[in-house]
């Protein structure tokens, strides 16, 4: 699946490529309600070409019309859109009736910004998230090594910098087809997650009927093994068949997946945690990395409530967010 973020980097490099030069422009922080998170981006060029997106697009409009007129040339600068009484936005009021603030990065097509946005690209194709930091003074960028998991946009004002996450896009493993995560395909689509479905059964294979997802006919343990995941993915198994949930959750374990799952009642999870010791000679800290029972205890009864709490919990983990902050 090809995300927002890969299509922006993609036609940025195309543009620097030509000789043109760009302005590479983040949402850093949003207040009240906002049609894009912090992290979403846009890419343009002086004529107001553009792709990505910065909110429902009055924000848009009015940012391409100062582009043109020349506002953005001196060097890196925040706007901020929605604060009637601020320096940088009074024009625009947001009808969602909320604020966001701007990064915006002219680049001249350059070696050394062809091969930062080449470090970009590589790294929303790969398997290995970064953190990519913007002294907000002097406008020089560089990457250090992260771990995927937080909010998209940290900002650290004392030291007058950025640092935004990127990495590859979000994926879903389903290991193994039931009413749950056909309803778990739905959200997670709906969510900006690349799914893949797996199961050896033809006939649950026929009953599944989600758009869009990737559909593998092999045990989910060995997909898994075949390297499906990296540090962006998430692993749920939902069948209540122990000989598809269990090998999937030995596999999982060791991988760089940032959620691992299974469905069942408290007793079931017990029983399956022994099983897992036992006979799959998972160690407790491999043990700890499994989610059982999944999902956040919302009182679910039907498969999509179950689903809606798994997808929950798999977004709180994403976010670098505990239960006990919710």
Not at 236 to 243: E, G, I, N, Q, S
Request: glycine letters at 10%; a negative charge; charged letters at 25%.
């Amino acid at each position: 699946m090809r995300h927002l973020d890969l299509q922006v980097v993609d036609q940025a490099l195309a543009w620097l490529r030509e000789g043109r030069r760009i302005w590479l422009c983040t949402v850093l922080a949003t207040f009240g309600s906002s049609p894009r998170e912090p992290g979403s981006l846009l890419v343009a060029r002086s004529d107001g070409r553009h792709v990505g997106s910065l909110s429902g697009g009055c924000v848009e409009e009015d940012f391409l019309a100062r582009l043109r007129d020349g506002e953005f040339d001196a060097g890196l600068q925040t706007l901020r859109y929605g604060d009637p009484e601020g320096p940088g936005g009074p024009r625009i009021r947001l009808p969602c009736g909320g604020m966001l603030d701007v990064l915006i990065e002219p680049l001249a097509p350059d070696a050394a910004t062809l091969t930062h946005l080449e470090v970009i690209q590589a790294t929303l194709l790969g398997q290995r998230p970064l953190m990519r930091r913007v002294d907000l003074a002097s406008g020089r960028v560089h990457f250090v090594e992260d771990d995927g998991l937080g909010p998209r946009v940290v900002q650290d004002r004392g030291a007058g910098r950025v640092s935004l996450r990127i990495g590859p896009a979000a994926r879903l493993i389903l290991a193994g087809l039931s009413p749950v995560a056909d309803a778990c395909a739905e959200f997670a689509r709906t969510l900006g997650f690349e799914v893949i479905a797996c199961d050896p059964r033809e006939e649950a294979r026929a009953e599944f009927r989600v758009e869009g997802v990737e559909v593998q006919s092999v045990l989910p343990s060995l997909f898994i093994a075949s390297g499906a995941c990296h540090a962006a993915t998430a692993v749920v198994a939902l069948t209540h068949d122990p000989r598809i949930d269990d090998l999937a959750m030995i596999e999982a374990v060791r991988t760089p997946a940032f959620y691992i799952g299974v469905m069942g009642s408290q007793r079931t999870s017990a029983a399956r945690a022994e099983r897992l010791r036992r006979s799959g000679g998972l160690s407790e800290e491999e043990m700890a990395r499994i989610h059982m029972p999944i999902g956040l205890a919302l009182g679910s009864k039907t498969p999509a409530e179950i689903a809606l709490a798994v997808m929950a919990d798999i977004v709180r983990v994403q976010r670098g967010r505990s239960r006990e902050s919710l």
